[in-house]
Structure formats: structure tokens, C-alpha cells
T-cell receptor, first 116, second 113 residues
Framework: DTEVTQTPKHLVMGMTNKKSLKCEQH?????MYWYKQKAKKPPELMFV???????INESVPSRFSPECPNSSLLNLHLHALQPEDSALYLC???????????????FGPGTRLTVL | GNSVTQMEGPVTLSEEAFLTINCTYT??????LFWYVQYPGEGLQLLLK?????DKGSNKGFEATYRKETTSFHLEKGSVQVSDSAVYFC????????????FGKGTTLSVSS
């Protein structure tokens, strides 16, 4: 299995809703990432988990809450979002072990989020 | 800090034309370099990579060579197809585990038949 899966593919939510995005990989990777991508822009890093611990939080608002229940799974909990949070949310993973390619990142297809 | 500069698009070509998308970088140490492609409505796919100086990455007819002396990683393809229409991102990462990719701004390629 050499892919990163993300669910749901599309999500529409109101500003008072609570929802979660899910990401899964079975490549044995030990680092996982959340990126946010606006149209026609490069992805922007939000969070990094390394060995199931949060290692980087790029000053993301608290209405986004990441969770890494185990080494294969990464969630992003959403609450009280704003319309400007509408974007494509990408999950990625990398091996995170020794070796030259250990930071090569594999991306999932993304969740397209619309906040009304 | 580390950064990636990509040529601005859009790039518009006819089918079978030669493609070059320029990418230069600023980094300390010896980063790994990548080209990612994003087709409309999809996530990012790794197109090719190079992890040390003079490495050449290649895939699907695309090539790029890691040039440390010019800090460049230009993407080339000898004969583009309509199906190559997409956004192309040059990126680098340090070789520390769990560090983010630094992306260029992306170049939109449009190929017409």
C-alpha cells in the first residue's frame, strides 16, 4: 500500500458546525502533515506530527485541532470555522527514519472544504 | 532561511513543444529537491526528485538535474502533451525528519492540440 487516503473528499459546513477530516497511511511512515491550499497557491504547512507527537504548529488558529491517535492515522478537528477557511486540506506523510529520502512526502488527494 | 523561486506562469505551449520551467533555490546544507504536479481538482503527486548534487530525477518524460553550483533544479520535457496541463510546484526540504516542504509559487502549464 503506497498511498495516503483522505476522507471525506468534499465537506460543506456552517460556521457553528463541528466536523473532522481523516487521513490514513499504511506505509509505516512516522511523520504526518496537514497543509492548507488556497486556489492557485502552493500548500501552506499547518501541523507536523513526528512519531505521533506534535512537533510543528505553524501558529494555526485554535479552531483547527489536530490529533494523531496512532502512527497510521491523522485527524483534523474543525470547529467554528470562518468562510475564509474554505480551501483544499492536504495530508501528507514521510518515512521519518534514517536515510537520504526519509523526508520525501507523499500526499493524499485532499478534502475540499467549504464553510458557509 | 530556505526558499524556492519558480518562473511565473502561465506557460502556454502547443502539443509536442519543448518545456522548461525554471526553479532556483536558497538553502543551507544539502536539501532534497522535488517537482510536484497538481492536475485540476486533485492533490499533489510527486513527479520526480533528487537528493544530492548532480542527481537527475526523471519520470513520464520529465527530467530535472540538481545543480549545486547554480542552485537550480529546472524541469524539462522534450515533447509535451495536452494531458501534461497542470500546475507544477518546485519544492525543497532539509534532510531532517519531519520538516516541511518549502514550495515555489507554482507554474501553470497549458498545452493545446
Amino acid at each position: 500500500d503506497t498511498e495516503v487516503t483522505q476522507t471525506p473528499k468534499h465537506l460543506v459546513m456552517g460556521m457553528t458546525n463541528k466536523k473532522s477530516l481523516k487521513c490514513e497511511q499504511h506505509m509505516g511512515h512516522r511523520a504526518m502533515y496537514w497543509y492548507k491550499q488556497k486556489a492557485k497557491k502552493p500548500p501552506e504547512l499547518m501541523f507536523v506530527y513526528s512519531y505521533e507527537k506534535l512537533s510543528i504548529n505553524e501558529s494555526v488558529p485554535s479552531r483547527f485541532s489536530p490529533e494523531c491517535p496512532n502512527s497510521s492515522l491523522l485527524n483534523l478537528h474543525l470547529h467554528a470555522l470562518q468562510p475564509e477557511d474554505s480551501a483544499l486540506y492536504l495530508c501528507a506523510s514521510s518515512p521519518g527514519a534514517s536515510g537520504r529520502a526519509y523526508n520525501e512526502q507523499f500526499f493524499g488527494p485532499g478534502t475540499r472544504l467549504t464553510v458557509l | 532561511g530556505n526558499s524556492v523561486t519558480q518562473m511565473e506562469g502561465p506557460v502556454t505551449l502547443s502539443e509536442e513543444a519543448f518545456l522548461t520551467i525554471n526553479c532556483t533555490y536558497t538553502a543551507t546544507g544539502y536539501p532534497s529537491l522535488f517537482w510536484y504536479v497538481q492536475y485540476p481538482g486533485e492533490g499533489l503527486q510527486l513527479l520526480l526528485k533528487a537528493t544530492k548534487a548532480d542527481d537527475k530525477g526523471s519520470n513520464k518524460g520529465f527530467e530535472a538535474t540538481y545543480r549545486k553550483e547554480t542552485t537550480s533544479f529546472h524541469l524539462e520535457k522534450g515533447s509535451v502533451q495536452v494531458s501534461d496541463s497542470a500546475v507544477y510546484f518546485c519544492a525543497l526540504t532539509s534532510n531532517q525528519a519531519g520538516t516541511a516542504l518549502i514550495f515555489g509559487k507554482g507554474t501553470t502549464l497549458s498545452v493545446s492540440s
